[in-house]
Nanobody, 125 residues
């Protein structure tokens, strides 16, 4: 089992920045890929960014490319999502996810076996 704990959410004005953290514990050696998804009220959960641990390959959703960056701290088994130039439409609950299978679809929800509890990001206009 892998446990994921997110932190760093909050209220920020449009144009501001936040950094989300996701700390992984447990069988972290089994993790192949980690990602961030988000879910706005009344909408489906959508992919934001993913990071493959072994290759350090990253992929970012078009809606946040150029504003958001995903990275990893190897020593702490922590993945970060740096969010800059935030917009009101970025308001959502952000979820961290981890997958233990070497699949080629890092943007698909079905890739991920473990999910965090979510952290709320609210961007005011």
């Amino acid at each position: 089992q892998v446990q994921l704990v997110e932190s760093g959410g909050g209220l920020v004005q449009a144009g501001g920045s936040l950094r989300l953290s996701c700390a992984a514990s447990g069988r972290t050696f089994s993790i192949y890929v980690m990602a961030w998804f988000r879910q706005a009220p009344g909408k489906e959960r959508e992919f934001v960014a993913a990071f493959r641990w072994s290759t350090r390959y990253t992929t970012i959703a078009d809606s946040v490319r150029g504003r958001f960056t995903i990275s990893r701290d190897n020593t702490e088994n922590t993945v970060y999502l740096q969010m800059n130039s935030l917009k009101p439409e970025d308001t959502a609950v952000y979820y961290c996810a981890a997958g233990s299978t070497a699949v080629s679809a890092p943007r698909a929800r079905s890739t991920y076996d473990y999910w965090g509890q979510g952290t709320l990001v609210t961007v005011s206009s």
